[in-house]
């Protein structure tokens, strides 16, 4: 026997690295990984394991809490690597390694700390939970002819059947079927070579390559170590397309042998036997061979009973290798979800880039289905037409071959020659007729000879209606091959979450766009609807007047005696009165500038304006400091519910929710069907107190701001007469079973929301000749909604907006006052007496309505007509 140098043997390991890498992940242990380690300067996997809660100083963590969190970090991280088909923890013995805990540096790098992003966070959770067994390292030929030798033939069989029924991987499966073959038949070589490709294009593949196979070589392959044998030539080729078991006493002399890798190898190869491997199903899976028998016996000729022993043990192979490739397949399965996963999870985290998003895809795309080059090209819908389809960008992601590791992507135009206009005819072709194609042609495209063509699949992307917005394209397997069906529903998935991604990337692309002209809007609008320097500075030369000067503190007040930039002043005053601008630090120059900016932020309708809005803000202020109610509430309470009582109205549009609701408007869709233009009268007031020059809440601590917003926001929405009818039941029994406390927030909430509709309809317990100004003013802007109801969205209005019963006027204002308004002042008057004077003026009023609501009186009735029962 030869002797080799250890000097030899590590030049032949320096050139089969990959054979090398091979043997030491089969062979290797726990303690050689420990050693390799430790020689570079790394802990060993169990120190790394127990590191969890020592600093990089050698010192314990001086924060236990931290400590803690670690311990737990490695704790949860371990309990992801455990089996689930274990149903009781394992406890190793104390001296014991524990192997199957860290197992390679990549579980050590792994589990030594929890990743720190997302996509590592995706792995750990979606890592499977499957172990496939270890039954310990693979016995050598040697030693297994040791077996044959010392236990005889019998004995040897079943272990090598056992052998090769607890091996799940393919290749360690096909290196045990070679080994016991060459040994179980005393043969000097033995091959196997497995069934691969859909039928029609089926080669035979071996991973496992012994010596020798007698047949004509494919170039290339997926792996390194792979060898491929056409289907139907040589020796191989034969006994797969034929099933025949072919035994060669001279190889030589079989026209079916090929002695290309004898010439190679300087090898010879004499006797030959070989034989298909069956399923359960009698298809052929996998051909075998074994070479040169023992010169020794049977004169090196494989005789009837070798052929008897080895189809007997090629029925366990079959059954083996059949378990082996559904373990396989499971795995790869599990692979293209595990990809597909990760996809949706790039969708999502990337969403505002087109180019970033369209390029995370093709290099997924490029990895799983191993193409040399990935392309996509988008739909120009715009320029496009029903006869003629046009791209707007073509992306493109090249991976080089001949040992380059680098990728080259770009995104171009649409144009040009050579590959890229190639690419576009397919994609027009796809794009028009919505079909895939793939081609399995060698093509050289024109001007860049240097490219070819050997195999493409192109499909379209549609987005979430089924249309076509772009064309992707894959080009070229690695492995030589055209793209099979397999291939074309992995890239059926890709496509489809290329078309999820793309259509979301635009529609945030929208929504962006939507953003900043929103923006935009309210910079102008907020410029436009802000009163000038020039205007403040015309009113804070004014005088502001006393609140008595104006009868601002008094129910009965005169809601039409002020014009515009008095009832600033007014409003002005009344912020003095109340102590707000002293007690929260309001400047003057910004209150006035507040009070201008809402009141140009109120639409000319007949009704609810600003003179509204002022009138509601001084009805509260007489209720607050007229009728003694200000020690009730607190100065943020105060503050919040006399700026609602002037915002409450912000952009009314003349139209109710009832109206929103029915025409389907924007606010409905933006706010709801509940409090829709409450919700938007508060979100305008906070536009407008979002400006630094508006803003009179700024001198407020957080907490402070917050809980006034939340005041605002509850006063605002409680004019919404919808409110009103549900509060109104529990402070009625409230009031009537004296069981009040003003010192219990939830009875002081709803205090302050009755108080801000007394304030809203308090026109109903004015004087008469304001009552009667008010009601037409109110009958104007409903009738004008009728109209629109009527005219734009073709329905009847209600008795209150139709035009044509305007005349039931008094009879309406009469049901208004007796039933929503009276009930409501007089459980008022009930809690403070000095609110009577709401009670008695509605009783007033009611006397008015019913003389103009009798038949005399409804005859002569006309809104027009100012001295009607006056």
């Keep these: 026997m030869t002797q080799l140098r250890w000097s030899e043997v590590e030049e032949w390991l320096d050139a089969h690295p990959d054979l090398f890498q091979d043997y030491f992940l089969r062979k290797t242990d726990i303690g050689a990984i420990n050693a390799w380690l430790v020689a570079h300067g790394f802990l060993t996997i169990q120190d790394y394991a127990r590191r969890g809660s020592v600093s990089p100083q050698g010192g314990d963590e001086s924060n236990g809490q931290k400590k803690s969190r670690r311990c737990l970090r490695h704790e949860f991280a371990r309990s992801k690597s455990r089996s689930v088909f274990r149903t009781h923890e394992m406890v190793p013995p104390i001296n014991a390694i524990p192997t199957s805990r860290r197992s390679s540096l990549k579980d050590m790098r792994k589990y030594c700390s929890l990743p720190p992003n997302s996509i590592h966070m995706l792995s750990l959770l979606i890592e499977s939970k499957v172990r496939l067994p270890d039954y310990g390292p693979t016995h050598s030929r040697s030693a297994k002819r040791e077996v044959l030798r010392t236990q005889g033939e019998r004995q040897f069989f079943l272990s090598i059947v056992r052998d090769v029924a607890t091996e799940l991987d393919p290749k360690s499966l096909s290196s045990k079927v070679v080994d016991n073959l060459a040994v179980l038949l005393d043969a000097d070589g033995a091959s196997l070579f497995l069934v691969e490709g859909p039928r029609g294009k089926q080669t035979l593949v071996s991973k496992v390559f012994d010596v020798h196979s007698g047949v004509f070589l494919l170039p290339g392959g997926t792996d390194d170590n792979e060898v491929q044998v056409p289907w139907g030539v040589g020796v191989l080729g034969h006994v797969a397309e034929t099933g025949e078991t072919v035994n060669l006493q001279v190889a030589c002399e079989d026209p079916r042998f090929d002695d290309e890798v004898d010439r190679i190898m300087g090898y010879h190869t004499e006797s030959l036997l070989c034989m298909a491997v069956r399923n359960s199903h009698d298809e052929i899976i996998a051909v075998a061979q074994v070479i040169n028998k023992n010169p020794d016996k049977d004169g090196g000729h494989f005789t009837n009973k070798d052929e008897k022993l080895f189809e007997t043990y090629l029925q366990f192979v079959g059954i083996a290798l059949t378990n082996a490739q559904i373990v396989e397949t499971s795995r790869q399965e599990y692979e293209r979800n595990r990809n597909l996963l990760e996809i949706v999870h790039d969708l999502f985290e990337e969403q ?130 055209s793209f099979d069906e397999n291939d074309e529903q992995l890239f059926e998935a890709f496509t489809i979450f290329c078309g999820l991604g793309i259509h979301n990337t635009i529609m945030y692309s929208e929504v962006e766009k939507a953003m900043a002209r929103q923006k935009v809007t309210i910079e102008v609008l907020s410029y436009h609807a802000t009163a000038t320097k020039k205007e403040i500075e015309a009113l804070l030369d004014l005088p502001v007047p006393a609140c008595d000067e104006w009868n601002l503190y008094s129910l009965s007040f005169e809601d039409f005696s002020l014009n515009e930039d008095q009832m600033i002043l ?22 006035y500038r507040f009070l201008m900016t809402v009141k140009k932020n109120y639409r000319d309708v007949p009704y609810h304006n600003w003179k509204h809005a002022f009138n509601v803000a001084q009805v509260m202020f007489a209720i607050l400091m007229g009728c003694e109610m200000k020690g009730t509430f607190s100065d943020l309470e105060v503050l919040g519910m006399f700026v609602g009582c002037l915002c409450h109205d912000l952009d009314h549009r003349g139209t109710n929710n009832a109206y929103q609701q029915k025409a389907g408007s924007a606010l409905v869709l933006l706010y709801g069907t509940t409090n829709t233009m409450e919700h938007h009268h508060f979100n305008h007031a906070v536009m407008i107190l979002s400006s630094e020059s508006l803003n009179i809440f700024s001198s407020l601590s957080a907490e402070n701001y917050s809980y006034v917003m939340k005041i605002l926001k509850h006063s605002i929405l409680a004019t919404d007469l919808s409110t009103y009818f549900q509060n109104r039941p529990k402070f009625f029994s409230l009031v009537e079973k004296r069981e009040y406390s003003w010192g219990n927030e939830n009875h002081r909430e709803l205090l302050r929301s009755v108080l801000m509709t007394a304030s809203d309809i308090a026109s109903s317990c004015k004087p008469w000749h304001v009552q009667k100004k008010v009601a037409y003013l109110v009958a104007d802007e409903f009738l004008k909604q009728g109209d629109k109801e009527k005219t734009e969205l073709k329905i009847q209005p209600i008795a209150l907006m139709d035009r044509e019963r305007a005349h039931e006027l008094p009879q309406l204002q009469l049901k208004w006052i007796s039933d929503i308004c009276l009930p409501l002042y007089e459980s008022l008057g009930k809690m403070n007496p000095k609110l009577n004077v709401m009670t008695d003026g509605a009783r007033e009023n009611i006397k008015h309505w019913s003389l103009l609501a009798s038949n005399t009186g409804m005859q002569n009735f006309d809104m027009t007509n100012d001295n009607d029962a006056s």
């Design 352 to 481: 505002t880039s087109l180019e970033k998003v369209i390029l995370k895809i093709m290099q997924r795309a490029q990895r799983l289905l191993k193409c040399e080059r990935a392309a996509v090209l988008l739909v120009d819908e715009q320029a496009s037409t029903i006869e003629e389809v046009k791209f707007s960008k073509l992306f493109e992601l090249t991976s080089p071959t001949n040992g380059h590791n680098t990728n080259n992507r770009r995104k171009i135009e649409v144009g040009g020659t050579g590959l890229s206009g190639y690419l576009l005819a397919v994609a027009e072709k796809v794009a028009a007729s919505g079909e895939v194609l793939n081609v399995a042609e060698c093509l050289e495209v024109e001007p860049n000879p240097g490219i070819s063509l050997k195999s493409l699949l192109a499909m379209p992307i549609r987005n979430s209606n089924y249309q076509i917005i772009g064309v992707a394209s894959i080009i070229n397997k690695t492995n030589g091959h």
């Design 570 to 591: 007014a409003s002005v005053s009344m912020f003095l009165e109340l102590g707000l601008v002293k007690k929260f630090n309001i400047e003057l120059e910004t209150l």
